[in-house]
């Protein structure tokens, strides 16, 4: 490999990880503006929600299973799979029953105010 | 080709991660955005399972039936007074898969393992093991597996700063010796240790704070091994959970005018045994105690009622009676609204679920700032469950340990109706003033069955 292979080398690596310091400083920064702005009414349902979102880590343990190196990591990776799905399952189907609650709630309310329905959206 | 598809399929996630997250900013668009979010996660993992060609796609199935054993009887099943403790477990169940891959990747890297790798892993798997046992100790607090008590000793800091002073010495030490396997699992072990102790010196009223601040850490831990695998998806789902549960946090913490480091390390503990002695130093003070006939003429005579939730209605599963109750003043033309302390519960927005779940309309749910301007023109503020965030030596007493803490006015009330089990404090140990104000009734009892003998009594 000649000297300016090398170097090209590692500028893709640190550019990657610039790249990726950008990327998370950003969504910290989005994130926090976008969770402060959530009701508080729906604090439990968000937690839920960001808990499943965030189990997208089984994507990393899909990519050690491309290639492990011996049984031992394939078994480690298969518990934190079923864990992460699990949490995926459960944290989706637990926030949309929640959210159900709430959302059913509303239009008898206004019905009994009187108030026009506003048409649903789907 | 193939590359191309799965990037930008990584990027279509990305985007419905971010959108459902807007949509859970109100009601009417909450649960698209949780639709958003299942479909980003069905992207991304069709779009890892193309890039990456792998072949183990029978322990993928395997993990989502395990998953869907596990999980879809808690999801439908869980009575929505356990929705923290699920939440614990669901931090746990997060945080020990993020470090278990952690670990495999360690272990699948070495010796090809670079400086900046180690780092980040070292970090990551921290994270993840002190979040994974810190995560079940809330558990079984919520539970009531064990005491929901604060676990105090002499020089609890002290040990449990050093244990984990020691984790993170031992993380510099791999990153400069990479290739030393053998003190990953010590390493591990001490972050386990150091998750334990910090939740067990935690009481039960500063869960909401930890569940946020597990929170947070279990999406940092995800982000973490973002970077390690170069992987845009995760280090996006993993920053927006934690700063998700950061912000959660901060909302908490304010609620309680403490610090995250107080609410961890804080003395909480220390001023029990403090106010304890305060407590029988003073002179008895006389309490009016009253009955649920009283409180059904009471109402009978109000205007304007505001029922105070805390966690004891969640303990004694009082929601149901709550909207019973609310519905007939409703029906006598009586204006009934509720007033939602930040904190009350054992998680952000507990009580807005466990009402939703009885069937209040949210739009009568009120956050402090909108209730407290209220509370002198409210006839009745009838307190169910809560207990330190309606003490106004919060307000007034600058040597109360709550004093600074936000609560809810509800002494301003004409009338007070405060439902409770017995004398005993509240958390933090310090005595209600609330208990002793002219206008207060006390009622003594469990909630749930207070409120059903005054239903009965407002049916009569």
Known sequence: ?122 | MNDTIVAYMYVLAVVLFVLSLRWMSEVKTSQRGNWAAASGMVIAIAATLLAYQIQRTDLLIGGFVVGAIIGVPIALKLPMTAVPQRTAMSHAFGSLAVALVGVSEYYNDIPKIDTFTVAVLSAEMILGFLTFTGSCIAFAKLQGLISGKPLIYRGRIVVSLSTIAIAIGLGVYLVINPLQSNVVPIMAAFALLFGFLLVMAIGGADMPTVIAILNAYAGLSAAGLGFVLDNKVLIVAGSLDGSSGFILAVIMSQAMNRSFLNVLFGGVGATISKSEKEVTAQPARTVQSYTPEDVATVIENARTVVFVPGYGLAVSQAQHVVKELADMMQAKGIDVKYAIHPVAGRMPGHMNVLLAEAQVPYDQLWEMDRINPLFPETDVAIVVGANDVTNPAARTKPDSPLYGMPILDVDKARTVVFIKRSMSPGFSGVDNELFYLPNTMMVFGDAKKVLTDTVAAMKK
């Not at chain 1, 590692?10 to 920064?29: H, K, S």
């Not at chain 1, 604090?43 to 499943?52: C, D, S, V």
């Not at chain 1, 290639?67 to 949309?96: C, H, Q, R, Y």
């Open chain 1, 1 to 122: 490999m000649s000297v300016r292979e090398k170097v090209k080398l590692v500028d893709t690596a640190q550019t990657d990880l610039a790249v990726n310091l950008l990327i998370f400083i950003l969504a910290t920064f989005l994130g926090t503006e976008l969770i402060r702005h959530v009701s508080r009414l729906l604090h439990t349902p968000l937690m839920a929600l960001t808990n499943a979102i965030s189990s997208v880590s089984i994507v990393a343990g899909l990519i050690v299973l491309a290639n492990p190196k011996n049984d031992f990591i394939t078994l480690l990776v298969s518990v934190a799979v079923a864990l992460a799905a699990t949490n995926i399952v459960s944290g989706f189907m637990i926030t949309e029953r929640i959210l159900r609650m709430f959302r059913v709630r509303k239009q008898p309310q206004q019905q009994d105010k009187g108030k026009t329905v506003p048409a649903e959206k789907k």
